[in-house]
């Protein structure tokens, strides 16, 4: 996921995209919203969409905006 990408490059990523927290609380199982990320459109664009479960975690995320995903559900 892109989570574990940021997290063996020691999370650094500018210029992809803007990340808001990069956390990773519950390792990815869904159950947190600390890997929140907010990309520019055009990355944002060229993902599958989120999955209902992804979604509702989304909504919990501080500061959800329209290009939003959750870090470690982005392959
Ligand atoms: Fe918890 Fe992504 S690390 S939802």
Redesign the pocket.
């Known amino acids: 996921s892109l989570?574990d990408v940021a997290w063996a490059n020691d999370i650094d990523v500018e210029g992809i995209f803007f990340l808001l927290f990069l956390i990773?609380?519950?390792?990815?199982?869904?159950?947190?919203?600390?890997?929140h990320l907010i990309l520019d459109p055009e990355s944002y664009s060229k993902l599958e969409e989120p999955t209902d479960e992804e979604n509702d975690?989304l909504d919990l995320a501080f500061g959800l905006t329209d290009t939003s995903r959750?870090?470690?559900?982005v392959l």
Do not use: V, W
């Not at 990773?24 to 890997?35: D, I, K, M, V, Y």
């Not at 959750?70 to 559900?73: A, D, N, P």
């Open positions: 989570l990773g609380a519950c390792e990815a199982t869904l159950a947190c919203s600390t890997c975690m959750l870090g470690c559900q």
